[in-house]
Structures are given as structure tokens and as C-alpha cells.
């Protein structure tokens, strides 16, 4: 089949959505279909890496058509362009939200009822003043003609579905709505050895208990709680606990981020390493003895960098909301959102209890292998594909 994604953002820009659409359309074209990615050509400031670090992967296609926006503003870009590109493919995969496009892929699907076109609802838009205003407008009047101009909409949990502000849409009707959560590459991201040129770059010790935060440090994705990782961290020193953490990501909130650890004192214990090319990235989680999601709202609606860690045989602690828990209590705990006393406590009883590490970590990596592996995820979104398509 030839099939396009689109989607707001895209590697080598962090973001859930871009790296879950990324390693979609790889496995898909391992098996022979003609895979093609809309997305708006932007620029990513590379990141820090250190210069001694070995690639565990080379990098793969990413199957991307990079085009250039008239009208952009953070993730939203308005391309006209796109709607001419669609009645080429067989099946149209829009992953949503994508402000200033997903309503021109509903008015192409009006144009071409008999092409299919399939909708990722993948996170409610959630932002403080006049943007969540417009956020709000938007999902009363044009979220419910986007999402009802698809044949079948995909939601990674139905937990998080039934949260979210899509669930008016899902109750009115179930029948056009599949649960298939997102996968990870189990070879890609496995146990290893810990990085020590890592450690001695950052000045750690790898003795010492290691945390990893992964994430966009933009507007885009303030949601990500690293000041509240901060705060629980800086509670684990004033409660002599030794812990260190290492934070992957980059954005105009990083200096922000930055500048608070270092009034907290925790320089010293924190470091940010900023962003890691792609095939760097799995060594970042062979450094962690724990892996941390602090989102604070709806957001974060699965997490993929949780399936990466658990792949990676690393538990861990997520906050406790809809869609991300289904995925963080089978191999690891949750903690209410935004409290860092009690992400202190969950961080401290796991450190505390070093003996059953080893535990932890296999069954963290079965549970990715057993639940989230991709071939058995792109199974299930391939049968759809055909029936979509042959149907």
C-alpha cells in the first residue's frame, strides 16, 4: 500500500508523536509498503554529545517529505500544499492534534470520501491564557468534524480516551474507534553495559543511583514536569539521599530548567545533556537506574519514552494520569501529578531496596517485549490498513 502520515512534528525535533510516527512508518516499510511522511520543514538546534560516545544503531530512513509552512507558530503550521499530495495514496494517516492542517486533511477527506483516512487522536492540547482559550473553541466546534471526517480513529489507551476531550466523540461512536497502544523497538533499546565514558564525561559516579528524564524542554511541551523532578530531587539531598539524574532534551524552557537546578544547589548531582541524536539515544538508558515521566497534565497522554526505558530493562515512575499509567504500573509505580514530595518518596523507597534491582529490570524488559514489542503492534495496524483499504 502506499500510505501517508502527517504529523505536526517529526525527529530530530523531540516530541511523543514525531518519534512514535517515525518508528511507524519504519516497520511498516520493512514490510514492503510505500510509506511517506508530511511534516513542516523547521530547524532543531543540535544538542551535547560527548565526542567519545559510540553509535549503537546507525541512523534509519525516516521517510519524510519536509514541507515549508505558510503560516507557522509553535507545532501549528498551516501547508495548503499537503491537500494536493493526498490523492496519490491509498490510505491517509493524520495523527491529531495538528492545528492549521487537520482541518484541511477533513476537507480533503470531504472531496474523497472513497479514500481512507485514518485519525491518531494522540493527547488533548492543554495551555495556559489566550492559547488555551483558542485550544478551547477549537475542540468544541472543530474537533468533533476532524475526528468524525475519519473512518477509524486510534486511540493509544481507551483509559486515556475516556479522560480525554475527545470522549464525548468516542461514546457517540465506539464503533469507528480502535485501542492500539504504541510500540518500541526491543532490539534498538535493550539492556547493556552502563556507559562509563558517560559517567566520567558528566563527572558522576556509576555507583551512585542514576535517574533519566527524556523530553522536550519547549512551550510546546511545558507540561513535561521537570521542575517537578527538580524539587523532588533537591528533597532527595536535603534528606541526604545520593542520586544523580541525567535530563535529555532541548528547548527554550532548557536555560529555565538550568538555572533552577543550579539554585537548588544541584549542579553538582544534575546533568543536562541536551539533545542526543537518535542513535545515541539507547545509551542514555543504559546509564539509568530509574526512569522518571513527571508530566503534570493530560498532555502526556502514553508516553513513549516509558517504552524505551522498559526495553532498555530500566522500571519506572510516572505520574499518575490516564493513558500513562496503563502503561507505567506494569513495570514500575506512579505518584499523584505535580507532587514532588511524593516523587521524592517513590524515588527514595526504590534506591533504598538496591537488592532487587536485578528484578525490577527483567521484568521491565518483558513486559516490553511481551506487550509493546512493534512487529506485534504493526500487525494489528497493518490488518486495518487492509481492511481500510480492500474493504
Not at 223 to 240: E, Q, S, T, W
Not at 351 to 368: C, G, L, M, Y
Amino acid at each position: 500500500m502506499k500510505i501517508a502520515h502527517i504529523v505536526c512534528s517529526y525527529p530530530p525535533y523531540y516530541g511523543g508523536m514525531g518519534n512514535v510516527v517515525l518508528q511507524t512508518v519504519q516497520e511498516l516499510g520493512k514490510r514492503g509498503h510505500e510509506v511517506e511522511v508530511l511534516t513542516p520543514l523547521y530547524k532543531t538546534k543540535p544538542g551535547i554529545a560527548p565526542e567519545n560516545f559510540e553509535e549503537p544503531v546507525k541512523a534509519q530512513v525516516d521517510y519524510a517529505r519536509r514541507m515549508t509552512p505558510h503560516i507557522q507558530y509553535g507545532n501549528a503550521a498551516h501547508i495548503p500544499e499537503i491537500t494536493d499530495e493526498l490523492d496519490t495514496f491509498d490510505l491517509v494517516h493524520l495523527h491529531y492534534p495538528f492545528f492549521g492542517t487537520a482541518n484541511l486533511v477533513r476537507k480533503w477527506k470531504l472531496r474523497n470520501p472513497h479514500k481512507p483516512l485514518v485519525i491518531t487522536y494522540h493527547m488533548d492540547s492543554r495551555a495556559p491564557g489566550w492559547k488555551g482559550l483558542f485550544f478551547k473553541y477549537y475542540n468544541a466546534f472543530w474537533m468533533p468534524r476532524i475526528l468524525g471526517s475519519a473512518d477509524i480513529v486510534i486511540g493509544s489507551s481507551f483509559d486515556y480516551i475516556e479522560a480525554s476531550d475527545a470522549a464525548p466523540m468516542f461514546h457517540a461512536s465506539r464503533d469507528r474507534w480502535r485501542e492500539l497502544p504504541f510500540g518500541v523497538d526491543v532490539d534498538r533499546f535493550q539492556p547493556r553495559d552502563k556507559p562509563m565514558d558517560l559517567f566520567q564525561e558528566a563527572g558522576f559516579d556509576p555507583a551512585i543511583p542514576t535517574i533519566l528524564f527524556v523530553g522536550g524542554m519547549d512551550q510546546a511541551h511545558y507540561f513535561k514536569g521537570v521542575d517537578v523532578l527538580l524539587k523532588a530531587l533537591l528533597r532527595l539531598k536535603k534528606n541526604d539521599y545520593s542520586v544523580q539524574a541525567f535530563f535529555v532534551g532541548d528547548g527554550d524552557l532548557r536555560a529555565r530548567y538550568e538555572a533552577q537546578a543550579k539554585g537548588y544547589g544541584l549542579q553538582e548531582r544534575v546533568k543536562f545533556l541536551g539533545y542526543v541524536e537518535d542513535a545515541l539515544l539507547p545509551i542514555a538508558y543504559n546509564a539509568a537506574d530509574l526512569f522518571v515521566l513527571s508530566s503534570t497534565t493530560r498532555g502526556e497522554a502514553f508516553g513513549m519514552v516509558l517504552l524505551e526505558a522498559l526495553a532498555s530493562g530500566v522500571p519506572v515512575v510516572a505520574s499518575d494520569l490516564a493513558g500513562v499509567r496503563s502503561v507505567a504500573e506494569d513495570a514500575g509505580m506512579v505518584f499523584p501529578p505535580g507532587d514532588d514530595f511524593a516523587l521524592a518518596e517513590v524515588i527514595a523507597g526504590y534506591i533504598a531496596d538496591p537488592q532487587n534491582k536485578e528484578d525490577f529490570s527483567a521484568v521491565a524488559r518483558h513486559v516490553a517485549l511481551d506487550l509493546y514489542a512493534w512487529p506485534h503492534i504493526i500487525d494489528q495496524l497493518e490488518a486495518l490498513y487492509t481492511e481500510l483499504v480492500e474493504g
